[in-house]
């Protein structure tokens, strides 16, 4: 397992929607999901991670619904609705508008002011 | 926003499936961390242990599911409500008082209100029913104060009032319906061909009266109502054009009318065509209403009732020109009121109803100041565990929730039972007659007055829950803390607030007794009133006979016969007949012309009662004879024309001579001579329209012959009780004519009875209102008084220690409750002084003031609240100093 960094307070729901908008996963998928597509830096703390889904869910922007784990047993499976996949695009958009602001702020060089 | 709110919904109420399915899913979580754990090759103990760390309290995880999906209000919610519960068990006695009281209080509102709610609130059942309005001619200085309008006012208003889209008449009436051998007497309602048109609702089969048929020989045509086409017809599609006979002549049914169909409380089921001649349409017979015909008219929706009463009045006046009698009408103060339908057919019994209704109010108000009282003393009790609880973090919020949801579950479990109440209320205020109320059939329990009595509940759930809640609030809880006893000590503006609750439930009970026993004072009034003549063991009944079957002669054989056969049954001693009965409900008066008597400056012709009677009406009645003789059979049949008058109209006329020998004319003009009555007795005066009638109206009795009418009454004075002749009296007619059905049969008494059902069902509502007031402000005045009994227990103690006397500690108390005695009593006399002057309307020869009653109030009251004290004191005075003292 390599380095982890600390997750961002509000950056928790962002990554969940964009893990389940790949492709339906159960919470335990949601996990795997978030540690693989960001390499294993980002290890999101379990506890939290099932009140994320419920939340998301009673806002409407996850979907939930049981169905078989890849080991045949029954598992509830969250899918993006449409509310959920239009604020994925408007979070996606407006991170990086700031995570390049701030790359830009942080790499300035004496020269440049 | 919406969406959230169903998902919510569909979780609340799929609650276990929610928690079963995080339950699972929380599951399957840790068991895949642990599979993938024992996979990468750790010993299955360590994985499990390390996956339960790793993922933390499952409680805690699973709460913060919940909140997430806002559920946590509700749990917290039902924690409370099931805090609330157990203290509610816990404390049965008050639970008990407190659900009764609601119960009884807010269940007496609901039934007041169910009948205000159908009387004076719902809507009559018609389109635009704001719009619809009546018109009738009054002539008040004649003491006619309502005569009706009459077919020439119908037909010169017809379209000439531009502030009516629509006018039109009515009668009612009764009729005899079916083929020989199987006749009914139906209600029916005689009506003009625009008449469903004003109402906006008409036959949903067939078509409405047309002005054809608006003649005797054309008017063989007849609407049914729904009900009566489904038992006559069964609903037959096909039963337009189909024949019905009525009185015995066949018409033609052209119409079905909607099953809702009802014309204010008539219970018409059959509808005719108010058939005329012409020369009952012309200005001659413009002031002949008598009360019979009923006008109703549509208002233009931008018209106003004032423009059409001064469009009305300006045709009043251009018509009366030309008219020969427009002095004598003038002179009576002749008009034609316009007003609205609904408010006029329930003009009457608005008063009384909302007199109910304020003394309902008045009850409820009583109980609610017991509970809140109650509660108070409670939550007294509570101090300590509260302060405790605020001490230790509970929020302020927290307080004042807990207390609106302890205070809201009783008063919603107060109103579920009062609905009971309610409707409990309902069936014995039908047997007191409150479906005889103007379009009291109407009266039930319904969805929306359950929704009123719990919506009311819970606002008053919330109303009691502000003083308790700032009871506990404003405790400062250093003071509740330190103060040694489990109580702590009531403040001075908390004792003041349960002493004004105390002094105002019993100026409230004052007044709803003083109320109860004014309107008790007026039905005694009322009841002692002599009808006039002796009204005990008299059986009547009305006889209905076609103009078909019988003509005028045949009339005059029919109740020949009739009058021997009863006379000779057993247990009859004599029998009459006469156009109407006294208190039969219908009450029509006519004019006279009396010989030699010039109308005085001032003075309008007077409407008299006047009846033809034939048999032996005045001895079967009971009139006793002043002077004279009374009529007999062979008036009617002699050439000379006599009459009876009664004392009132002989005193009217002849005020200093002989009322004997005197002659008058049937009308309101002299006839000639030979047509004029003489008078050949003077009897006794009755009463007609009810015993509380003031207008010594005069009455003439003509014989049968010169009076001849649709219907008449059957009077039979009997040795046996009256009732158990009624069926003797139907088979002697039905043996004189098999169809002839004989109506209305009652005893006297009953109608006498009867007509007081307005003044005796108040009166008795009113009489129990004010036994649960008293109840509950005994019940009221008790606890309180114990609870400061048991409040000052070590300062008793200390005193008798000291060497008071158990007397000295009952007066204390006794002085107490005197004090709030006297000043509730005073502040009732005020409050039961206005309540008799609001109530002068429904009152009967009783004053506003009447000393009686406040004396009689005084005492119950002061007897009611010295009993509430004597045992709270005496248990003061029982205390024992050593047990008080070491107490704690």
């Given at each position: 397992?390599?380095?982890?960094a ?10 969940i ?5 790949l ?41 939930a619904?049981?169905g ?14 449409a ?7 408007d ?7 700031l995570?390049?602001?701030?790359a830009a ?9 | ?7 919510l ?13 995080m339950s699972?899913e929380?599951?399957f979580?840790v ?12 010993s299955?103990?360590?994985?499990a ?6 993922f ?8 913060d ?9 509700f ?24 659900l ?18 159908s009387?004076l609130?719902r ?12 018109i009738?001619?009054t ?19 017809r ?7 629509s006018?039109s008449?009515?009668s ?14 139906e209600q029916?309602?005689r ?5 469903f048109?004003t ?21 063989h ?9 489904r ?16 009185n015995s002549?066949?018409?033609t049914?052209?119409?079905?009318l ?5 014309f ?5 089921r ?11 349409r ?11 015909i ?7 929706s ?9 469009e ?5 006046a251009a ?6 009698q ?10 034609s009121?316009?007003v ?35 509660l ?7 101090v300590?565990e ?9 929020s302020?919020?927290?307080v004042?929730?807990?207390?609106v949801v ?19 209320g309902i069936?014995?205020?039908?047997a ?17 007055l ?16 502000v ?13 509740a803390?330190q103060s ?8 001075r503006?908390?004792?003041f607030l349960?002493h ?5 439930q019993?100026?409230?009970?004052f ?11 007026s ?9 006039g003549f002796?009204?005990?063991h008299?059986?009547?009944g009305?006889i209905l ?5 019988y ?13 021997d056969?009863v ?13 109407n009965v006294p ?11 009396v010989a ?8 309008s ?13 005045f001895?079967?009645?009971g ?5 004279g003789r ?17 004392e ?7 005020p200093n ?5 005197q002659?008058?004319?049937?009308g ?5 001579d ?6 050949v ?6 009463k007609q ?5 003031e ?6 009795y003509y ?9 008449f ?7 046996l009780?009256?009732?158990s002749?009624?069926l ?11 169809n002839?059905?004989?109506n ?14 307005t003044?005796?069902s108040?009166a ?6 004010s ?14 008084l114990?609870y ?17 006397q158990?007397?000295q500690?009952?007066?204390q108390?006794f ?5 709030l ?7 009732g006399i ?16 009783v004053?506003?003031?009447?000393l ?8 119950v009251?002061?007897l ?5 004290c ?6 003061a ?8 003292l070491?107490?704690e």
């Amino acid at each position: 397992m390599g380095k982890t960094a600390e997750l961002l307070p509000g950056t928790l729901d962002m990554l969940i929607l964009k893990a389940v908008s790949l492709k339906p996963l159960h919470g335990y998928g949601v996990l795997q999901r978030i540690r693989q597509i960001s390499r294993d830096a980002l290890e999101i703390p379990q506890g939290s991670l099932y009140p994320a889904l419920y939340r998301l869910e009673h806002h409407d922007l996850i979907a939930a619904e049981w169905g078989q784990s890849e080991n045949n047993r029954r598992a509830k499976y969250y899918s993006l609705t449409a509310a959920g996949r239009r604020r994925l695009r408007d979070e996606t958009a407006s991170w990086n508008r700031l995570a390049s602001a701030i790359a830009a702020a942080l790499n300035t060089t004496p020269e440049e002011v | 926003m919406f969406k959230r709110w169903l998902s919510l919904f569909r979780v609340l109420t799929r609650r276990r499936d929610f928690e079963d399915g995080m339950s699972e899913e929380l599951r399957f979580h840790v068991e895949q961390y642990v599979d993938e754990l024992v996979r990468s090759g750790m010993s299955p103990e360590r994985a499990a242990r390390l996956a339960r760390m790793e993922f933390g309290s499952l409680a805690t995880v699973k709460e913060d599911c919940r909140e997430q999906r806002g559920l946590h209000l509700f749990d917290e919610f039902r924690r409370e409500l099931n805090y609330a519960a157990r203290l509610l068990r816990k404390t049965p006695g008050f639970t008990a008082t407190a659900l009764l009281t609601l119960a009884v209080c807010l269940g007496a509102n609901l039934t007041i209100f169910a009948v205000i709610d159908s009387v004076l609130l719902r809507p009559l059942p018609f389109p635009a029913p704001d719009r619809l309005v009546t018109i009738f001619n009054t002539y008040p200085k004649a003491g006619v104060e309502r005569d009706g309008s009459s077919l020439t006012n119908y037909y010169e208003r017809r379209g000439h009032i531009s502030a009516f889209t629509s006018l039109s008449i009515s009668s009612y009436g009764t009729e005899i319906i079916g083929e020989p051998g199987s006749t009914e007497r139906e209600q029916t309602m005689r009506v003009s061909p625009d008449f469903f048109a004003t109402l906006g609702l008409g036959p949903v089969i067939g078509r409405t009266f047309t002005e054809e048929e608006t003649t005797s020989q054309t008017d063989h045509v007849a609407i049914l109502s729904d009900t009566f086409s489904r038992q006559r017809f069964t609903a037959d599609p096909h039963v337009i054009g189909r024949q019905i006979r009525v009185n015995s002549v066949p018409r033609t049914v052209i119409g079905v009318l909607p099953p809702a169909f009802r014309f204010l409380s008539s219970d018409a089921r059959v509808f005719l065509p108010l058939a005329s001649r012409l020369e009952d349409r012309t200005p001659a017979q413009r002031h002949s209403g008598g009360n019979v015909i009923q006008m109703i008219a549509r208002l233009r929706s931008d018209a106003t009732l004032a423009q059409a009463q001064s469009e009305i009045d300006t045709q009043n006046a251009a018509l009366e020109v030309d008219d020969p009698q427009a002095k004598m009408i003038a002179d009576a103060g002749f008009r034609s009121l316009v007003v609205s339908l609904h408010a006029d057919h329930v003009a009457a019994i608005r008063p009384t109803l909302l007199l109910l209704q304020a003394g309902a109010i008045a009850l409820l108000l009583i109980g609610a100041v017991n509970l809140v009282n109650l509660l108070l003393v409670r939550a007294s009790g509570r101090v300590k565990e509260l302060a405790v609880r605020q001490a230790l973090g509970a929020s302020r919020g927290y307080v004042v929730s807990e207390v609106v949801v302890e205070t809201t579950l009783l008063t919603l479990a107060g109103g579920l039972l009062g609905l009971a109440v309610g409707v409990g209320g309902i069936h014995l205020l039908r047997a007191l007659g409150a479906d005889h109320l103007p379009l009291g059939s109407r009266i039930a329990f319904d969805m929306r007055l359950a929704l009123v009595s719990l919506v009311t509940a819970i606002v008053m759930g919330i109303v009691f829950a502000v003083p308790v809640a700032w009871f506990n609030l404003r405790r400062h809880l250093g003071n509740a803390l330190q103060s040694e006893s489990r109580g702590g000590t009531s403040g001075r503006a908390t004792q003041f607030l349960r002493h004004g609750f105390i002094v105002s439930q019993i100026a409230l009970a004052f007044t709803l007794l003083a109320g109860a026993g004014l309107l008790g004072l007026s039905l005694q009034r009322a009841m002692a009133v002599s009808p006039g003549f002796q009204s005990d063991h008299i059986l009547t009944g009305q006889i209905l006979l076609p103009w078909a079957d019988y003509s005028e002669r045949a009339r005059l054989a029919f109740i020949e016969k009739l009058m021997d056969n009863v006379g000779h049954l057993p247990g009859v001693l004599s029998a009459g007949v006469v156009n109407n009965v006294p208190f039969s409900g219908h009450s029509g008066k006519s004019a006279a012309t009396v010989a030699g008597h010039v109308l005085r400056p001032g003075e309008s012709a007077r409407g008299h009662y006047s009846y033809g009677v034939a048999g032996d009406y005045f001895r079967a009645m009971g009139f006793s004879l002043r002077s004279g003789r009374f009529l007999t059979a062979e008036d009617s049949h002699r050439s000379e024309r006599v009459c009876v008058v009664d004392e009132d109209f002989a005193r009217y006329y002849w005020p200093n001579a002989s009322a004997i020998g005197q002659r008058l004319w049937d009308g309101s003009e002299a006839g000639k001579d030979a047509e004029a009555f003489t008078v050949v007795g003077v009897v006794s005066s009755a009463k007609q329209a009810g015993l509380t009638e003031e207008e010594a109206q005069g009455a003439i009795y003509y014989p049968y012959a010169f009076r001849v009418g649709d219907s008449f009454f059957v009077a039979a004075r009997t040795s046996l009780p009256p009732e158990s002749l009624g069926l003797t009296l139907q088979k002697v007619v039905r043996q004189i004519d098999p169809n002839i059905p004989v109506n209305d049969l009652r005893s006297m008494d009953t109608r006498i009875a009867d007509s007081l059902v307005t003044r005796r069902s108040p009166a008795l509502l009113a009489g129990l209102f004010s036994g649960i007031a008293l109840l509950l402000t005994a019940i009221g005045t008790y606890g309180v008084l114990s609870y400061a009994v048991a409040q000052r227990r070590r300062e008793i103690g200390l005193r008798m220690a000291l060497g008071a006397q158990q007397a000295q500690i009952r007066g204390q108390f006794f002085y107490l409750s005197l004090r709030l005695l006297s000043a509730g009593t005073t502040l009732g006399i005020i409050g039961a002084w206005l309540t008799g002057r609001a109530m002068q309307a429904v009152l009967f020869h009783v004053p506003a003031l009447s000393l009686s009653i406040f004396a009689g109030a005084t005492c119950v009251m002061a007897l009611v609240s010295l009993v509430a004290c004597l045992l709270p004191s005496q248990r003061a005075a029982r205390i024992s100093p050593m047990e008080a003292l070491a107490e704690e």
